[in-house]
């Protein structure tokens, strides 16, 4: 079972990225998503999550509405579209199964996870 991340880069503050997160191994079209971000010194932090069926999608502030998380269970894939991008939020971005179809914020909600994707906003 393997969650692939894709899509990070450097990007000026004010720009845009869209991560992808494909699965593979199994499908996760049962289970919640997240994203989740590391930066340098600073513990992981919760960032989106979408249902198993997208109907229930959750933020954490400091991102509300500037990201977007959406899926595609046919492909086996979720997205973050990262718009007005800060240097604050540069990071790792991780993806995340959950365990169950409705997951929150919490870490230990999540059994499977991506490498990351770095992703470095310039001032």
């Known amino acids: 079972v393997q969650l692939q991340a894709s899509g990070g880069g450097l990007v000026q503050a004010g720009g845009s990225l869209r991560l992808s997160c494909a699965a593979s191994g199994r499908t996760f079209s049962n289970n919640a998503m997240g994203w989740f971000r590391q930066a340098p010194g600073k513990e992981r932090e919760f960032v989106g999550a979408?249902?198993?069926?997208?109907?229930?999608?959750y933020y954490a502030d400091s991102v509300k509405g500037r990201f977007t998380t959406s899926r595609d269970n046919a492909k086996n894939t979720v997205y973050l579209q990262m718009n007005s991008l800060k240097p604050e939020d540069t990071a790792v971005y991780y993806c995340?199964?959950?365990?169950?179809?409705?997951?929150?914020?919490?870490?230990?909600?999540?059994?499977?996870w991506g490498q990351g994707t770095q992703v470095t906003v310039s001032s």
């Open positions: 995340a199964a959950g365990r169950q179809a409705y997951s929150g914020n919490s870490p230990s909600e999540y059994n499977y």
């Open positions: 979408i249902s198993w069926r997208g109907g229930r999608i």
